[in-house]
């Protein structure tokens, strides 16, 4: 009889700021190994001129992903989510543009036929101790990712042993 061992433990592989390289050469990994990413996306990145390069064949190439690479990325069932409408760090933003800045990017991706994000990537990872920025997530996003720390729970209802009081 053969039993399967079971540790409980899983692994997040996020990608973040829409470059070209995560459809090109992510993906195919990705796809070698049968697993999946989550891809937040920063909008102002996938709207504005882009920085271009030039491949051996002189073909100019984008340097970010376009909006129909995300959706064949949905297709594929990969997961994509918001990084905000322009890379700024919110700790820094009054009310009105942190509304933007996150309320926003959230109908940017909806309007983009992106299904329903629901976790929203703290840009430069130093929101974790912000009740504002959390707040502001917490009213468009379930979750919300600080980047170099621990997940933030946005309605202190995570994990019995996690802490979060705000």
């Not at 039993?3 to 995560?22: A, R």
């Not at 933007?100 to 940017?108: A, F, N, W």
């Not at 299904?115 to 919300?144: L, R």
């Not at 990712?145 to 946005?154: E, S």
């Amino acid at each position: 009889m053969e039993t399967t061992k079971s540790n409980n433990k899983f692994v997040i592989l996020t990608f973040g700021d829409t470059h070209k390289s995560q459809f090109t050469t992510a993906k195919p990994i990705l796809d070698r190994y049968g697993f999946k990413g989550s891809f937040f996306v920063t909008c102002s990145f996938m709207t504005e001129g882009n920085n271009r390069n030039t491949n051996n064949n002189n073909e100019i190439q984008s340097s970010r992903m376009s909006w129909n690479d995300l959706i064949l990325l949905q297709q594929d069932v990969q997961d994509i989510e918001s990084k905000g409408m322009t890379h700024r760090d919110l700790n820094h933003l009054s009310s009105k543009y942190l509304e933007l800045e996150i309320g926003r990017s959230k109908q940017c991706l909806e309007s983009h036929n992106i299904n329903s994000p629901n976790i929203f990537a703290v840009a430069h990872g130093d929101a974790w101790a912000n009740s504002t920025v959390i707040n502001t997530i917490s009213k468009y996003y379930e979750y919300a990712d600080n980047g170099f720390a621990d997940l933030v729970y946005l309605h202190c209802d995570g994990y019995p042993i996690h802490k979060q009081t705000d």
